[in-house]
């Protein structure tokens, strides 16, 4: 058994809500076999991993999946509940899984979910999943492991997770967002987070904000400066001076008196400070250890307390207390020190609620200031020292003193923060009581503040070993969004087979009006406020993020492609309006998807991330569309359910227009919107741009689907008619039923790919051509299966008579050729007289097409890439038509526009109606 591929599901997708990792197993030599076909392997399992026990699986209760194993189950099922126990034994909390086939024997996909802040790039997943195949095959052999080498395996798991985890200051800062329902984002294994989406977007790093001043920091981090501008100020600070050289701290300490406390001047988290010294050789050597840049300060008396300031506002406290043991009588030191490091709340670094206590060279000198060693066996209830600081990150513990903070040390540490200039500071006091009023500022200062911190440490506010836990990351969310604010933007999701892109411009462009800065994605690439930033496929989650990520966009616009949700899930958790094209046969046999219900599926997800109060808008012309909402998981009862088409008499619409509702339809000729009884014209189709008077159906529902995610975001109707007249086809939805002349001859391109989007192509074409007038160069992508290429050819069959097939650049996974040939041989099949030609690329098919086209009639170009189309066309000396066909007659005009013909011929055309 091994992983074929591993990918991750960043975001809701088809499986779940939540983040999750997709792992693809090849069963190999176990491809076939059940669990119950191996003697003893349910139970040596069992005995490796008891909880096991517990798993609901199928059954929804505890033993489940152990009768499942007992009655006979895959081993790739088997490696799924292996791979969730051993992520909880590691204390990384997940429950969800699924094993599924893939269509290829022996071959599965097993989810598992991961946690919702885990680093998109972690590689526990993985690790993870390679960890369960080593158990189940080592099982499947025979063998149990003991408990040791499960132990060391879990521990290598376990260290694995906890570096690549956020530190405890960002955690709380990620709940306290989550749980306002703020978007969260976190960047790598790192622990920089962005907050809220758009122009609203905050960035946090630990405690640290983007509006955290760097003068503060840079002040903050000089120990030195900082207690020569609070001492201008008026702050009681401890008197002292900076050293570059020994004689030059030994002068201090000569000058100040002793005890003093000699200190890096850059230094962090207390590492090398060194307190109650008293001797110029004790100085000496402390400033060695700072590196050569120290401050010298007299030693202060009392506690040593923290003080948290965000905002201008204190909100938390705590004691710190210096790393000690406490002796029983028995216990040497060092073992002292073990038990204490075996409390679970100890960790390396910054990872957990401590730090585990190091026996190192600090800790014995402090030790045997106090006559003993890490040998000595202290009495019972003797308390021994192992740091003079008392900082969490070397093994102390803290108590909360939040509530008794006085209001002078109150005042004293907002005045502190705002001289440094932080926005979120940890400022460190000696003081005999902070509730306690502070005694006149005489000199000499006995106690006062001892250090401003930049971007301070949450752990001790956050899990105090005494007293009350501070949500400190809700107070730093609350400063950094205020109101309530939970930091999003309007966002539509748009989806669907076919007119996705079209609809995703429209949208954009109608709200762009309405004075919103648009962050949009397409198939063809990234827009910012009308600013192409990337051309790319750029429909997947990558892609919106950038957009959400943008500190410019007001409003976020996103094609959201059935690719990218399969393979990497949504970009964004929720949004504002969901809108749904249509549904029909396309990538079937790609990524699992065998039929349209599999593509419904995962169309769906999109339906099921629209906001419970948000705006669902579907093409009430569509079965498959329509069937969405009767999904559970989409909960349409808790949306705003918008419909829209082109038949005013379905039976959809009006029902739901009799309920009160809100749709969207082509009535008489017009783009109407209609709410219960009442019917507002907004457009006439003949001026919907890109309809060309009335010829293409489809773009008129493409707009009317525009339309209602425009006016869910509150885009006026006043101004609806205005602005869609502003928007330019060939501009701005380019390569999309786009209009060129060659002489006497129109060029119509479009990138119908799939028989439905094909067939509404040709319907346009015949509409202002005739059947018989249009000739076609056309390519299909090599990546649909044989049945829906034959589908296609079978349409362009029925739809032209003349065909200059030619393949794409790239064949995705065929031989040259292949396509072209299933194209002709359906085409021939279905019509026998069709005039089918082979070209070698889209500059031979297109300069064939226009050869056999006589004046007065058009050539469909199917194309791959729209670029070197677009330059291609140029080369042949097509310019655009400026939406006029060069027309011999028209064929005729949809019902909805009764007598129309006249006129929009008048219109096109610029003179009186032909034919």
Not at 57 to 72: K, W
Not at 585 to 612: P, Y
């Amino acid at each position: 058994m091994k992983i074929e591929c591993l990918r991750r599901l960043r975001g809701p997708n088809v499986y779940l809500s939540r983040p999750a990792v997709v792992a693809r197993l090849c069963l190999e030599d176990l491809a076939g076999v059940e669990t119950s076909d191996v003697t003893g392997f349910t139970e040596r399992l069992l005995r490796a991993m008891p909880g096991l026990s517990e798993h609901h699986c199928a059954a929804g209760a505890p033993g489940g999946f152990v009768s499942r194993l007992r009655n006979g189950t895959y081993f790739g099922h088997v490696t799924e509940h292996v791979c969730i126990e051993l992520s909880q034994l590691i204390g990384r909390d997940v429950s969800f899984g699924r094993t599924v086939g893939t269509g290829q024997a022996g071959a599965y996909d097993v989810i598992t979910e991961c946690p919702v802040d885990e680093s998109p790039e972690s590689r526990v997943p993985g690790e993870l999943v390679r960890a369960a195949i080593g158990l189940v095959c080592e099982v499947h052999g025979g063998s149990v492991p003991s408990a040791r080498v499960l132990a060391e395996r879990l521990a290598g798991l376990a260290a694995l997770a906890e570096r690549e985890a956020t530190g405890p200051s960002t955690r709380s800062i990620i709940a306290a967002a989550r749980r306002r329902g703020i978007p969260v984002e976190r960047f790598d294994d790192l622990s920089l987070v962005r907050l809220g989406w758009g122009h609203r977007r905050r960035l946090a790093w630990a405690a640290m904000t983007d509006r955290t001043s760097a003068v503060g920091v840079d002040i903050a981090g000089d120990k030195h400066v900082t207690r020569r501008l609070l001492d201008s100020a008026g702050i009681p600070v401890p008197a002292g001076g900076a050293a570059a050289a020994a004689a030059e701290a030994v002068q201090l300490l000569r000058e100040l008196g002793a005890p003093v406390v000699v200190k890096p001047r850059h230094g962090r988290q207390g590492r090398d400070v060194a307190l109650h010294l008293a001797t110029p050789g004790e100085v000496s050597r402390a400033f060695a250890a700072t590196g050569g840049e120290a401050v010298v300060e007299r030693q202060l008396d009392g506690r040593d307390y923290r003080v948290l300031v965000v905002a201008g506002e204190v909100v938390a406290a705590a004691e710190r207390i210096a790393a000690h043991v406490v002796g029983d009588g028995r216990a040497t030191v060092a073992e002292l020190v073990e038990q204490a490091n075996a409390d679970p709340r100890r960790g390396l670094g910054h990872s957990r609620a401590l730090t585990r206590i190091v026996l190192d060279d600090a800790a014995e000198r402090v030790l045997r200031r106090q006559g003993h060693s890490p040998g000595a066996v202290l009495a019972d209830g003797e308390v021994v020292w192992l740091r003079d600081t008392a900082n969490l990150s070397t093994g102390g513990t803290s108590r909360d003193v939040t509530d008794q903070v006085h209001t002078d040390v109150t005042r004293l540490c907002q005045r502190v923060a705002a001289l440094v200039g932080l926005d979120i500071a940890g400022i460190d006091l000696r003081l005999p009581d902070i509730g306690a009023p502070l005694a006149p500022g005489d000199e000499p200062v006995t106690s006062g503040v001892i250090e401003v911190n930049a971007v301070p440490g949450l752990r001790m506010h956050l899990t105090p070993v005494h007293g009350r836990p501070r949500d400190v990351g809700d107070a730093i969310v609350r400063a950094m969004f205020p109101g309530g604010s939970d930091g999003r933007i309007p966002a539509v999701a748009v989806t669907g087979t076919n007119g996705k892109t079209t609809v995703t411009r429209l949208i954009a462009h109608l709200l762009s009006g309405s004075g919103m800065r648009a962050g949009m994605t397409t198939t063809d690439g990234v827009v910012i406020d009308g600013r192409t930033i990337q051309v790319a496929d750029a429909t997947g989650p990558r892609s919106a993020q950038m957009v959400l990520g943008d500190p410019h966009v007001e409003v976020a616009v996103l094609e959201t492609a059935r690719g990218g949700l399969l393979r990497r899930g949504l970009g964004y958790d929720w949004s504002d309006v969901g809108v749904i094209t249509n549904i029909t046969a396309d990538h079937l046999g790609q990524d699992g998807l065998e039929s349209i219900e599999d593509l419904a599926h995962v169309k769906a997800v999109v339906a099921e991330r629209v906001r419970d109060g948000g705006t669902l808008v579907l093409n009430a012309d569509d079965p498959w569309v329509r069937s969405l909402v009767d999904r559970p998981r989409v909960r349409a009862d808790r949306k705003r359910l918008v419909w829209f088409g082109l038949d005013g008499t379905n039976p959809v619409l009006s029902e739901h227009l009799a309920r009160g509702g809100a749709a969207y339809v082509l009535h008489d000729g017009w783009l109407v919107q209609a709410t219960g009884a009442r019917r507002t014209p907004l457009l006439r189709l003949a001026d919907v741009p890109g309809a060309y008077g009335g010829a293409a159906l489809h773009v008129a529902a493409n707009t009317l689907a525009a339309i209602a995610a425009a006016r869910a975001l509150g885009a006026r109707p006043e101004s609806l008619a205005d602005r869609l007249g502003e928007f330019d086809p060939s501009v701005e939805n380019p390569g999309r039923g786009t209009l060129f002349r060659i002489g006497d001859v129109s060029v119509f391109v479009d990138y119908a790919h799939n028989p439905a989007a094909l067939a509404a192509t040709l319907r346009t074409l015949h509409r202002l051509w005739g059947a018989e007038r249009c000739v076609a160069a056309v390519t299909l992508p090599g990546d649909r299966r044989d049945d829906l290429l034959a589908a296609s050819a079978q349409v362009l069959a029925d739809g032209v008579t003349r065909v200059v097939l030619y393949e794409d650049s790239d064949p995705r996974g065929r031989m040259s050729g292949e396509v072209s040939a299933l194209v002709e041989r359906e085409m021939r099949a279905r019509r026998r007289q069709s005039t089918v030609v082979r070209a070698d690329g889209y500059r031979d098919a297109v300069a064939g097409a226009v050869r056999l086209a006589a004046p007065g009639e058009v050539v469909l170009v199917i194309y791959e890439k729209w670029a070197p189309m677009r330059a291609w066309l140029a080369e042949l000396g097509a310019v655009p038509a400026g939406g006029a066909p060069v027309v011999a007659s028209f064929a005729g005009w949809p019902s909805t526009a009764p007598g129309a013909t006249r006129q929009v011929a008048r219109r096109l055309t610029g003179s009186p109606a032909r034919g």
